[in-house]
């Protein structure tokens, strides 16, 4: 058995779900998938001894699930004054309009098409509520529409699925760009070194504890996996499913359709660069 402090990032062992800091408490969709791994994290989000709270992604439209955010919200004596998006994708998203009915408040988001009832989201914002401040990161490349949220009080960073808990992210082409993300992963490593960020809440799997940790293993298997496929061209693979064979023969099937999402997006990247 491989001891969590040998993995990237210091994974948190079990299941996420409960109280992560001291201004972030996970509730767990359930939605589990090979993709959203244990299902999606909906975070709840409050400066301590302050009645009012920031959810970041809703999650799936399951009623149960978000009357269990909103409850355990008000349990620790507080209401959801703000709702918040990393990206659009459904397993975040979709159940943020209901969300919003149940709890009176805005959506803000990057894509305007996601926005209710106000303002967006864009670089540089400093959301405050209840005491509670948030600084809003541009991280595309998994999606276009990617943001975390960055917790200077505590040096914690809300990932969405820009990093995720256990595993690595698709770049999900054509939406999603290889070139972003790597920029994205750079922007977060500087957050890590120079701006004390040390825990990093994603949006599926676990806590991780070593955010500098994390970020230079996913660079650094970008760049694996980059000279992978750069190596599957020159050797005759041509088709994006020809070099998904190639390249993730040891990653099971199941996960071939989105290990293809990111290879076209790699092979984007090395073509503009007059790669291949």
Not at 130 to 148: K, R
Not at 221 to 234: C, G, I, N, P, S
Request: one cysteine or more; glycine letters at 12%; proline letters at 7%.
């Amino acid at each position: 058995m491989t001891n969590t402090t040998d993995l990237p990032g210091q994974p948190r062992p079990g299941a996420p779900g409960g109280p992560a800091t001291a201004r972030a408490t996970c509730v767990l969709a359930p939605n589990p998938s090979a993709m959203s791994l244990d299902g999606t994290n909906t975070w709840i989000l409050a400066e301590p001894g302050s009645d009012l709270a920031v959810v970041v992604d809703p999650g799936p439209l399951d009623e149960a699930h978000l009357a269990n955010v909103v409850a355990t919200a008000e349990a620790a004596g507080r209401r959801v004054a703000l709702t918040l998006l990393t990206h659009g994708h459904p397993d975040h998203s979709d159940g943020a309009a209901r969300f919003a009915e149940l709890t009176g408040t805005r959506v803000r988001a990057l894509d305007p098409a996601l926005r209710l009832g106000g303002e967006g989201l864009g670089v540089g914002d400093v959301v405050t509520t209840g005491g509670l401040e948030l600084h809003v990161i541009a991280t595309p490349g998994h999606t276009a529409d990617s943001l975390c949220f960055h917790l200077p009080a505590e040096g914690s960073l809300l990932t969405g699925d820009t990093v995720l808990g256990r595993g690595t992210t698709v770049v999900a082409h054509p939406d999603g760009r290889l070139g972003d993300y790597l920029d994205s992963l750079r922007r977060l490593r500087v957050l890590a070194v120079d701006e004390g960020v040390e825990v990093l809440l994603p949006g599926h799997g676990p806590v991780l504890d070593d955010a500098k940790g994390v970020i230079e293993y996913y660079l650094a298997h970008r760049a694996k996996r980059l000279a992978q496929v750069e190596t599957a061209v020159e050797n005759g693979d041509r088709t994006p499913e020809d070099v998904v064979a190639a390249v993730y023969a040891d990653v099971d099937r199941s996960l071939w359709p989105a290990a293809e999402l990111s290879v076209r997006a790699q092979l984007d990247y090395l073509e503009e660069r007059g790669l291949i």
